[in-house]
């Protein structure tokens, strides 16, 4: 769903328009997110601290 929602969203001329925090509101209340935790998104690791092995993970099956 989310890679649905930010496909239609690049293709929108007015996207990014808004400021960001205003966008990532917007993107996780359509998904049913709780708002307030959606508010702390800046609080998340910087994406190369949150890298996973996904090997690692239960249930994990290799595609391909």
């Known amino acids: 769903m ?3 929602r930010l496909a239609r969203l690049a293709r929108d001329h007015r996207c990014g ?3 960001l925090d ?3 509101a917007a993107v996780c ?3 049913g997110l709780d708002a307030a ?3 702390r ?5 910087d994406p190369d601290d949150a890298i996973l092995d996904l090997a690692d993970l239960p249930g ?3 595609a391909g």
Do not use: N, S, Y
Not at 41 to 45: D, G, I, S
């Open 29 to 31: 209340r359509g998904l």
């Open 22 to 24: 205003d966008h990532v």
């Open 60 to 62: 994990w099956r290799g």
């Open 37 to 39: 935790l959606a508010a």
């Open 2 to 4: 989310l890679d649905e």
């Open 41 to 45: 998104w800046r609080e998340l690791p």
């Open 17 to 19: 328009l808004e400021p």
